[in-house]
């Protein structure tokens, strides 16, 4: 139904997503969330995802991760369009494509860091046999390989986070979504995080998506995308000074009047 192939860069995008439009609710309580998203991530690339609270981000982050399914658009993932896909399809897409970083870590306190991460790997309650050695090589990757059989309670906030980080790359996904990432650090731990999912997006086989709300860290981006009333309203790469879309809500809104936008 939609054309995949419009992108104009040398690179195939990892995720593409057209026209996502998601509702909650039904009758009088029905909220329109998002309303017609389009977006393609590219690999090697770290894009923050901005905007006021309430405007569509983790709704977004979680229809792009397989969590939540959308009311209509489309959306391809590792050239792999979910339309039509089974809940069990869809799984297993998000199990080896998709790697999530929450702001709350999301650790198990009962498990060391190599058995949080080696948890990643753990497929259909069958750990492969390199598990303890992939693991080992994701904490190291971020830096922990030292804290390999440490307790999550005996982490900083910081090194939580990095073992999160190691967790999702464990799997070796395409896309990497993070939801405020940051938000539960301080300054400095804040950076080093953003810094360091800047230094995993430059794998030119992973694209890294992250929504933040922390100005400290726009300097890791390569792209920043700004979402508004369910509308991405900016899209812009700081270090070649291009905005592109950079259009108002408002005119958004005049354009879905006008048909350009479907109702769901
Ligand atoms: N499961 C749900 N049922 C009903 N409404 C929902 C549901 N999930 C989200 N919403 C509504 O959708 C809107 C967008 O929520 P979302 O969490 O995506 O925003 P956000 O941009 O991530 O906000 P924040 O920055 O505060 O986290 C909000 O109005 C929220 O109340």
């Not at 981000?57 to 792009?64: N, Y």
């Not at 922990?144 to 990095?162: A, D, M, V």
Request: hydrophobic share 40%; glycine share 8%; proline share 4%.
């Amino acid at each position: 139904m939609n054309d995949f192939s419009t992108s104009a860069s040398v690179a195939e995008p990892l995720l593409v997503a057209r026209q996502i439009k998601k509702v909650f609710g039904t009758g009088a309580g029905e909220v329109q969330v998002l309303k017609g998203i389009d977006l393609d991530l590219k690999p090697g690339e770290l894009t923050l995802l901005m905007g006021p609270s309430g405007s569509g981000k983790t709704t977004l982050l979680s229809i792009l991760g397989c969590i939540l399914t959308q009311n209509s658009g489309e959306l391809e993932i590792a050239g792999r369009n979910t339309t039509g896909m089974s809940p069990e399809e869809m799984a297993d897409l998000r199990r080896h494509h998709i790697g999530f970083v929450f702001q709350s870590y999301n650790l198990f306190p009962t498990l060391t860091a190599l058995e949080n991460v080696m948890l990643a790997l753990d497929v259909r309650d069958q750990l492969p046999a390199d598990a303890p050695h992939r693991a080992a090589s994701a904490l190291n990757a971020v830096g922990l390989s030292h804290r390999i059989n440490t307790y999550p309670s005996k982490l900083s906030g910081g090194e939580k986070q990095r073992v999160a980080i190691a967790r999702a790359l464990a799997g070796s996904p395409s896309v990497i979504l993070a939801d405020e990432p940051t938000a539960a650090l301080d300054s400095e731990n804040g950076q080093a995080v953003m810094a360091l999912l800047a230094e995993v997006s430059r794998d030119t086989s992973r694209a890294v998506l992250a929504v933040t709300h922390d100005h400290r860290t726009l300097k890791y981006a390569d792209r920043i995308i700004r979402i508004e009333d369910g509308f991405i309203v900016g899209d812009e790469r700081p270090s070649q000074g291009e905005i592109v879309n950079h259009n108002s809500v408002g005119e958004h809104a005049a354009a879905a009047a006008n048909g350009s936008h479907d109702h769901v």
